[in-house]
Structure formats: C-alpha cells, structure tokens
C-alpha cells in the first residue's frame, strides 16, 4: 500500500523546518560535553535488576518468538516486512535531519521515502538504494545531542533496554511525534507497529548468535551489554572512533 506525501504532512515539514532555523540560531553555539571516560551509572544496582528483567524477558518470549518468525517466514516475506519498516521510519527521520539542520540528510530521506512508498509499493521494496539513497538513520536523541544536551546517566529500562537520561527522552519524544503514527489512521497505523515487531524479531533471529553470546555467555552480562551500548552510540554520534566492534543489535528494542 502507499502512502502519499498529502499536502498536509508537507506543510507541516515546512513548519518544523522553520522551528529547526530557529532552534538552531538559538543553540547554534552549544556544543554536547564530551562523555565520561567511565560509565556514568549512579543507577547500576536499579539498573541490573531491570536487566534480569529484560533477560527473563528476552528467555521466555523475544528470543523463542524470533526463531520462530525466522523459521517459519520465508526470506522474501521477512525482507519486506523490514524494508517496510524501514519506509515508516523515514518521515521522523526527515523531520530530525531538519530539527538538526542536516539538509542533505533531510533530502536523501525525503526522496528515499517518495521512492520507495511509490515505486516501492509502500516501501516492501527498495529501489531508492539501486539510486544510491541510503537512509540517513537519525533520532530525537541524537537531536539533543546537536543541540548540547549531554548524554545523562546510564539506564536500562524494563522492555526498551539499555539506553541514557537523554536517549530515553529522545524515544519518548519519537514515539509521540512519529509523523507516521499521527498521520494514518487505523487501521494503518496498526500494521505499521505490527511491522516494526516483526522488524525487530527479524533483527533478533539474524544476530542471535551474537546476542546470545552477549547476554548469557558473559561473566558479566550488564557491564557487556553497557559497554557495547554506549561504544556504539557515541560512535553514531561521532564522540569515538570505531573501536572494530560490530554494531550493538538491541534485543530489548520493540
């Protein structure tokens, strides 16, 4: 199925465009502080509580589930079904890239989207990549971390999974605003969480060996999962060099 770019969403990306000069103008000189050379965990013992949680959580039904999504879909099915998700994510992306005044970002995911929500049949398909147009992944958090807010104390959260302060107000603040969510209505709206969760089992089914290794062939699974979490997003932020660690697939992200 596709999803017009309606006059509606456009004025709006207009509007936001604006906000992001704006906010910009304000906050062009801030600069998000360096992060701590150590973890910054004043929560730790609340947080590994959280993270039996999350194992129990992972043992009991997102691991079984995702082997049982990857044996069962074929290839095909499960390839759509991501690149599906992927097509719904672009509009918060675009709004981001604004908000973070990254005009080429903004623009390769705007003609991503058009693309593939078109040509792409909804975005099942993904021909924008044959035209070189990558996603340009972002978030609100990354959108603070723009605009100078530093990344806040460690947390893991029951069913989100290790994140910051600040990445947990991102993701609230994605959730609520997700352009996509907003603009369709149900029952739409529903296929496009049932596609992020099927998204996401795909996701623990193909990096399960990894992981598995993470969270139960540890010594010490929260300190792994912490140190591999917060490798990887400074990294995404551009705070650290690649470290040739591979890139941390969140278990407990739905």
Not at 112 to 122: C, D, H, K, Q
Not at 191 to 204: E, I, M, N, P
Not at 215 to 239: C, I, M, P
Request: charged content about 20%; hydrophobic content about 40%.
């Amino acid at each position: 199925m596709a999803f017009p770019l309606n006059s509606a969403l456009l004025q709006n990306y207009g509007k936001l465009a604006g906000v992001s000069v704006l906010a910009l103008g304000v906050l062009g000189a801030c600069a998000a502080p360096p992060p701590p050379a150590q973890p910054n965990d004043p929560y730790e013992q609340t947080n590994r509580v959280m993270h039996k949680v999350n194992l129990g959580f992972d043992r009991m039904l997102v691991r079984p589930g995702a082997k049982a999504y990857g044996a069962i879909l074929p290839r095909p099915v499960k390839t759509g079904v991501a690149n599906f998700a992927t097509n719904l994510d672009l509009p918060g992306d675009m709004v981001n890239g604004l908000l973070q005044g990254n005009i080429n970002g903004f623009g390769r995911n705007f003609f991503r989207f058009a693309i593939n929500s078109t040509l792409g049949v909804g975005g099942l398909f993904d021909p924008a990549k044959s035209f070189g147009l990558d996603q340009d992944k972002t978030d609100f958090g990354q959108t603070l971390h723009v605009w100078g807010v530093g990344e806040g104390p460690y947390v893991e959260l029951p069913g989100i999974g290790p994140s910051t302060v600040r990445d947990v107000i991102g993701t609230a603040v994605d959730i609520a605003a997700n352009p996509v969510s907003l603009a369709l209505p149900t029952p739409e709206s529903y296929y496009a969480t049932v596609a992020k969760v099927g998204s996401k089992l795909g996701d623990r089914d193909r990096y399960s060996e990894t992981i598995d290794s993470v969270l139960y062939d540890s010594a010490d699974s929260y300190a792994q999962t912490r140190l591999l979490y917060l490798q990887n997003r400074r990294f995404e932020l551009g705070q650290t060099e690649a470290g040739g660690e591979d890139s941390f697939i969140d278990p407990y992200e739905e």
